[in-house]
Structure formats: structure tokens, C-alpha cells
T-cell receptor, first 111, second 116 residues
Framework: EAQVTQNPRYLITVTGKKLTVTCSQN?????MSWYRQDPGLGLRQIYY???????DKGDVPEGYKVSRKEKRNFPLILESPSPNQTSLYFC??????????FGDGTRLSIL | AQTVTQSQPEMSVQEAETVTLSCTYD???????LFWYKQPPSRQMILVIR??????QNATENRFSVNFQKAAKSFSLKISDSQLGDTAMYFC?????????????FGQGTRLTINP
């Protein structure tokens, strides 16, 4: 089954404790992105990647890192999480000219 | 930069009624896609319908159709014969086409409730 898999689905953690949200897709898609969803703001792009080792900033990249060492994986790293990064996060992937496939979302709470 | 505006934060209709969700966008691009996504309480992002800007014909998917007015930069979603399962948050989104264009720009969302 074609899918984008994010882990964990839920995480409660504390300020400053490094965390990684994993994202994996099994569709051999070139493009992958991370978004965060906040009430009243819709979804905003954090980072995106056009292929292995090619990444770039989206609209709200501060406080986040990504890497794309393999085509299928695109982890999101919060080196020193802060409460303003409490949000719902989505990973997405797609092929050129096709709509995005979204993961099921990760609810992060930073205390 | 592109912006997408959904001016209706919440809407509520009775089951079987028709409802129209509004979306306007601002861009200087000529080649782009527009989308409507549905987010039910399960939080999944589900593609409802998409429209290529170069196509004049409005897209239709079963009970869902759009009214795409390119000159007015308007992209509304009409849901006919609404059902309880249509209750969700709906997002309008824009994507520029072309090399390096990878970003979906979303509106703020409209929370739609279908009442029995």
C-alpha cells in the first residue's frame, strides 16, 4: 500500500530535549516536505527536499533541521525544542506534477 | 509570494443541503494548481479535488465541484447533497508549477459541520 509513515504519532516532551520525527515513503517520490499546522494559520511549510541530499527552507524553518540521505526518508529534527514548536506536524511526498501524499500527522507538545 | 485566503472560519448546514466554501488567492504566476483538502477529526489530509489553472473547465468529483474564476482569483468548493461524513476542516491550497516549485500554500481553513 502506498503510504507516508510518520513516527511518533504523539509526543510530549520538555524544552531543550532533542527529538526527531521520522518520515518514510514507499512510493519512490522525489519530493518530500514538512509542514506544521496551527489554528487559524492553516499548514505552513517548514522544509522541503527535491531529492537525495537536496533540501531547502520553507516558510518557517527556524528551530528545525532536516536531512535526506536516502530517497525514502526525510526526518525532522528539533535540536532544542521550545514551547512555540508545539504543533501538529505533517510529512508529505509527491512526484513531479502530482498532488501531495500526506502522512497521518504527529502531535508534538513541548512543555 | 502567494497567499490563500478562506474568509469563512466556520460553516454549518443541514444534511442533504448544498454548501459552498470560499477561497481567494493572490499570485502573479500563470501556471499553477489549486486544491481542496479535507481534514476530518482523524487529522488525515485527504485530497478532495484539484484544478489546473490552464483548464477552463471546472473540476468535478462526484458531489464535489469547484467554481474556478481565474481572473478573479477565486476557487470555491461546492458540496452537493451534504452528508454527515462531510463534517471536517477544509483547506484551500495553491501550488506553483515549474522547476523548484514545491510548496503548497494553504488557507486558514473552514470548519464545516453537517447537522442531522
Amino acid at each position: 500500500e502506498a503510504q507516508v509513515t510518520q513516527n511518533p504519532r504523539y509526543l510530549i516532551t520538555v524544552t531543550g530535549k532533542k527529538l526527531t520525527v521520522t518520515c518514510s515513503q514507499n512510493m519512490n517520490h522525489e519530493y518530500m516536505s514538512w509542514y506544521r499546522q496551527d489554528p487559524g494559520l492553516g499548514l505552513r511549510q517548514i522544509y522541503y527536499s527535491m531529492n537525495v541530499e537536496v533540501t531547502d527552507k520553507g516558510d518557517v524553518p527556524e528551530g528545525y533541521k532536516v536531512s535526506r540521505k536516502e530517497k525514502r526518508n526525510f526526518p525532522l529534527i528539533l535540536e532544542s525544542p521550545s514551547p512555540n514548536q508545539t504543533s501538529l506536524y505533517f510529512c508529505a511526498s509527491r512526484k513531479e506534477g502530482q498532488p501531495q501524499h500526506f502522512g497521518d500527522g504527529t502531535r508534538l507538545s513541548i512543555l | 509570494a502567494q497567499t490563500v485566503t478562506q474568509s469563512q472560519p466556520e460553516m454549518s448546514v443541514q444534511e442533504a443541503e448544498t454548501v459552498t466554501l470560499s477561497c481567494t488567492y493572490d499570485t502573479s504566476e500563470s501556471n499553477y494548481y489549486l486544491f481542496w483538502y479535507k481534514q476530518p477529526p482523524s487529522r488525515q489530509m485527504i485530497l478532495v479535488i484539484r484544478q489546473e489553472a490552464y483548464k477552463q473547465q471546472n473540476a468535478t468529483e462526484n458531489r464535489f465541484s469547484v467554481n474556478f474564476q481565474k481572473a478573479a482569483k477565486s476557487f470555491s468548493l461546492k458540496i452537493s447533497d451534504s452528508q454527515l461524513g462531510d463534517t471536517a476542516m477544509y483547506f484551500c491550497a495553491f501550488m506553483k508549477l515549474g522547476q523548484g516549485a514545491q510548496k503548497l500554500v494553504f488557507g486558514q481553513g473552514t470548519r464545516l459541520t453537517i447537522n442531522p
